[in-house]
């Protein structure tokens, strides 16, 4: 999910243009023009109330379904790790090695 949050050019330009960055079949993007998608996920993931969730790496298992209807939660990650600095759980930083190694695992369990 691609979101406004640093200034510049503007995020439909960056998303257009980094989008070949993960070039996985399974994976989708999506630009959230106006920041509330990121804004729901701090929610959900208990970030203080003036952080979105911004550099931040959410894996969902196979089960995942967004309910339907207007103001709907977004469905919790089943892990995930960010990029925020001392504003997020320090056990959740960012280490690529130990996310691969949950997708993968979790691809291994869905036969993919």
Same mark, same amino acid.
């Given at each position: 999910?691609?979101v406004?949050v640093?200034?510049?050019?503007p995020v439909?330009?960056?998303?257009?243009?980094?989008?070949?960055?993960l070039?996985?079949?399974?994976?989708?993007?999506?630009?959230?023009?106006?920041?509330?998608l990121?804004?729901?996920y701090?929610r959900?993931? &208990?970030?203080?109330?003036s952080? #979105?969730a911004?550099?931040?790496?959410?894996?969902?298992?196979?089960?995942?379904?967004?309910?339907?209807?207007?103001?709907?939660k #977004?469905?919790?990650?089943?892990?995930?790790?960010?990029?925020?600095?001392?504003a997020? #759980?320090?056990?959740q930083?960012?280490?690529?090695g130990?996310? &691969?190694?949950?997708?993968?695992g979790?691809?291994?369990k869905?036969? &993919?």
């Amino acid at each position: 999910m691609w979101v406004p949050v640093l200034r510049g050019r503007p995020v439909e330009a960056a998303a257009q243009d980094e989008k070949d960055t993960l070039p996985d079949r399974r994976a989708t993007q999506y630009v959230d023009v106006d920041g509330s998608l990121s804004k729901s996920y701090a929610r959900v993931i &208990n970030l203080p109330s003036s952080l #979105p969730a911004w550099d931040v790496y959410f894996v969902f298992g196979p089960d995942a379904s967004w309910p339907e209807g207007q103001g709907s939660k #977004p469905p919790a990650p089943t892990y995930w790790m960010h990029q925020l600095g001392r504003a997020g #759980p320090p056990d959740q930083i960012l280490d690529a090695g130990r996310l &691969n190694t949950y997708v993968g695992g979790l691809l291994l369990k869905m036969g &993919n």
